[in-house]
């Protein structure tokens, strides 16, 4: 009996090292291709601007940032474009969701495969397409539903009360649809059973539709938040085509990387560095929120 079990104690000793062997490759990839550069980062927004000999300048750039009105618009406007696009994109697609799951059994792949297309072009061919839709009073926004109810056009990328939501529109054309398929995943995934004993108590779909689906697709939601935050402040080509590399009239539609990307063209490293990483706080903090609302109603 001893001989037998002590090759088993062996062979269970040596599994502590596995998981940290197979994490090895992960944690390799997210050190060289994250961390050494947000550690780069911060090193740079410590740093002077110009091109010419580099110099320690301590918090100088985040002092220069307290003072710049343009990189609190920017900040704000992100804010705005986020915040926009999570409140618009979640509930349209838990609405198209449902609907593909209650409807349209047979044209459902060809649907879903519509829906996600938006998601699979590349951000400058969207914004490409985008510049036909905005495009003056001959765009196709202006001509298929502005103008036929009436209304003035709209010129959406030079009017500074329409620029930031004509790029929410872009956003939530292109993103609505794939997080549709994502909640979709989520349904498949909800026991069936569930509905047959709510059938037993009620059969309103609406009442399941309440009480069943939507508390199983919580983490999937909030997932999807995750994916639009982080997206929401990394845009950068869609604003760059639509506006040409600018904010747009009266900077409206000035996003923080946008502004970025304006300070390294006039050689400001340091400060399109101190830009950046200035952001991480601000989303770590909605990060951390999410999950936090997460851990006390799930």
């Not at 951000?123 to 036929?148: D, K, Y």
């Not at 300070?263 to 990060?287: D, Q």
Request: hydrophobic share 55%.
């Amino acid at each position: 009996m001893e001989s037998r079990a002590q090759p088993v104690i062996k062979a269970t000793g040596g599994v502590g090292w596995a998981p940290f062997i197979f994490l090895f490759p992960f944690l390799f990839f997210l050190s060289l291709f994250w961390v050494l550069p947000l550690l780069g980062g911060v090193k740079m927004s410590l740093e002077s601007n110009g091109l010419g000999a580099v110099e320690f300048v301590g918090f100088k750039n985040y002092y220069a940032l307290a003072n710049d009105e343009r990189y609190f618009k920017s900040i704000c406007n992100s804010l705005i474009y986020t915040l926009a696009s999570v409140v618009l994109i979640v509930p349209m697609s838990l609405w198209l969701a449902h609907l593909l799951q209650s409807t349209f059994r047979r044209l459902r792949p060809m649907l879903t495969f519509g829906l996600l297309l938006p998601a699979l072009t590349p951000p400058s061919v969207l914004a490409t397409l985008f510049l036909m839709v905005f495009h003056g009073r001959e765009g196709l926004l202006n001509q298929l539903f502005i103008i036929p109810i009436g209304l003035a056009p709209i010129n959406w990328l030079k009017d500074p009360n329409f620029i930031l939501l004509g790029l929410v529109l872009q956003t939530v054309w292109r993103w609505t649809g794939f997080m549709t398929f994502f909640i979709m995943a989520g349904m498949e995934g909800i026991p069936k059973a569930y509905y047959e004993a709510a059938k037993l108590a009620t059969s309103s779909r609406w009442d399941h539709f309440i009480h069943i689906t939507l508390p199983q697709l919580r983490s999937v939601l909030i997932f999807i938040s995750i994916y639009l935050l982080v997206d929401g402040f990394s845009l950068f080509s869609g604003a760059f085509i639509l506006l040409g590399g600018s904010g747009g009239t009266a900077d409206a539609g000035l996003l923080t990387i946008s502004y970025v990307f304006q300070k390294t063209r006039f050689f400001e490293y340091g400060s399109a560095a101190a830009i950046s990483v200035s952001l991480l706080p601000l989303m770590l903090l909605s990060l951390y929120t999410i999950i936090l609302l997460r851990r006390r109603y799930i």
